[in-house]
């Protein structure tokens, strides 16, 4: 496999839905490849950034208007308020 | 359960429940809509409408996969309305997908843990500008796909595409963010430089 090939099949290698077969000459390619061993890491850590949901901060003048918001409905649907 | 509780009407169990969801929504409403206020009404509105049809929630998926997609739907009507196109799904640019697989130019180890070089409102930052540097179609699936946890048919059925259309554009959105990201964390002291006969 050449650093083309991996290219094009990056994403299902870092998903972890790449066909046995080709994981193995993926793998293998990696062995010998330092920067397509650093880029599959660093696509790694960039999706793993996103994903983390506690880098982001929900405004606290919106929170607190939402949960009011939310208090007020809840009361109006559950109690007739 | 917090879902059984809130739907037996225990007010405190939805507001935890809000409360464990919120950033994430907010986080998906930012990365489609880019607007705070639009991303705000997008919030908001869904849980609105998940306090209000909370009775009719069946638990065959979780609560959070539930608002995601209340969330997702939303935002992209929001989109979409400022298109002028209520209904038109995201048609792909001519020729788009089928130029050549972009190369990764900055190859660096990043430097120990991003969040605990920077601040976390300059990651804040950083992830923002770098996510708003993209083209709408390659942001849209990105968010979609790894941010809001969609799997590749979910998100062409959201968007419109074929399954090989978000799965080329997803891989654009990756490798474009990682460049990006690599030039601000990347340790300049193990570069390489890549090799493209290799």
Redesign the interface.
Known sequence: M???DL??T???Y?DGEIDPGVCDDFAEHLQG???CQ??V???R???S???????????LE??T???D???D??QE??CGA | MLVTRAKAGDYEAFDELVSRHERRLYALSLGIVRDQADAEEVVQSTFLSALEHLDGFREEAAFGTWVSRIATHAALKIIRKRRGLETVPYQEEPGDDEQDTPHPEYIADWRGDPAEITERHELRKLLDEAIASLPENYRLVFVLRDVSGLSVAETAQELGLTEANVKVRLMRARLALREKLTRAFGDESTRVVPDHTH
């Open positions: 050449k650093c083309e290219l094009r990056l994403n299902d870092v490849c330092n920067p650093i880029v890491d660093t696509i850590k960039t999706v950034l996103y994903k983390n949901e506690q880098v982001y901060e929900v405004p919106f929170r208007r939402m949960h918001a939310l208090r409905r809840w649907t559950h």
